[in-house]
Every structure is written in C-alpha cells, then in structure tokens.
C-alpha cells in the first residue's frame, strides 16, 4: 500500500534574520572619508607645493617660497596619504559588497592610521612654527600690494594681524590637537567593531 507523505510547509512564524546594516555603515563612511581625505590632503599638498608660483602670476605680487621643512613633510606625506586613501575606499567599497577582503583592507587602514599617529602628530609641531612665519610673509606681500595699488588704502586688522604674528597661538595648538584626536576616531571604531569575535563570525561567511 503505497503511503504518500504530507507536503512540507514553511513555518509561517520562521523568519529569515534580516541582514546586517553594519558594512553599510562602515562601507559608506569609509569611502565618503577616503574620498574627503583624498581631496583635503593630497590635492591640498599639491596646491600648496604649487601656490607661490601660481598665486604670484594671478595676483601680479611676490609670494614667499614655502619653508624647506614644510616641503619635505608634505612630500613624505602625500604617498602615505594615497596608500590609507586607497584602503579606506577601495575597503569600503568592498564591504558594501560583502566580501571579506573589505574587513581586511580597513583593518589594515586602522593599523596603519594608529601607528601613524604619533609620527603625525610630531610633524604637525614641527610645522607650526614655519607654517605661522609663511602665513606672516603672505600677508606681509600682500600688504605691500595694496600700498604700491593704493598708498592711502586701509590694511584690514586681520591683516595686520595675520603679518605681525611671529609664533603659533594656542588656538593653532588647540586645532592641531584637536584635528588629530578627530583622526584617530574612525580607526579606533573600526578595530573596536570589527576587532570583535561576532564580526568576524558573519564575514567569515562571506565571499573573499
């Protein structure tokens, strides 16, 4: 006697566990940070290599040349800025895609980004000083521009202020604090999140 056995139906209370929003985050972050850095710190290091020269031709006056020390810092700090820019993006687009390569790319970005603090930290010191002084002599300039166009123009007081200032403020000590704790933020959250054993489970599931 042939028995045939009931169908199987899917239990209407089982739910498939909805996706982790997690590499969303991260992924977007990631790439809109890598993005921003890429802008702020590579094509800033290139305009302020080339500032003196262009901006002298446009503005018809002398600009100072820019300190030797700040020269050196910023070309030993372009190829490092490209390598953590390309990690961050090239990690977040990854994890948007849910490959494990993306965990592993911006896990090496944070590394990198936290050992790098220190040394960072110590160039932007030995930059205020010379930084302040080039400030001083672009001022100084453009001063002397104004008075050569018109000998009876008004200097505006932050001009004047801007030429005459010999040293850094604590507000320029506050800032570069400031700005290098900011920096230290997203590399801390990153080896926090993804550091831990629940993480690792899900991406150790996922696609190289």
Known sequence: MDQTLPPIT???????????????????????????????????????????????????????????????????????????????????????????????????????????????????FLMLQPSVEWGAAIARSQIDLMRKQSPNAKVPPQLEAAASQDAPTAMNYAFMLGGSALGLAFPIAIILWMGGGPVKEEVAGWEP
């Open 10 to 124: 899917p239990d209407p209370t089982h739910e498939e566990p909805a996706p982790s929003n997690w590499p969303t985050w991260f992924g977007v972050i990631s790439i809109v940070f890598g993005a921003l850095m890429l802008v702020g710190s590579c094509c800033g290091s290139v305009w302020m290599l080339m500032a003196p020269s262009v901006m002298g031709r446009m503005a018809g006056m002398e600009m100072p040349e820019v300190p030797a020390l700040m020269k050196w810092v910023t070309v030993l700090d372009m190829p490092v800025s490209l390598v953590l820019c390309a990690l961050m993006i090239f990690g977040g687009i990854r994890l948007l895609r849910r490959r494990q390569s993306g965990r592993t790319l911006l896990m090496r970005y944070a590394v990198i980004r936290i050992v790098l603090a220190v040394p960072l930290l110590a160039a932007g």
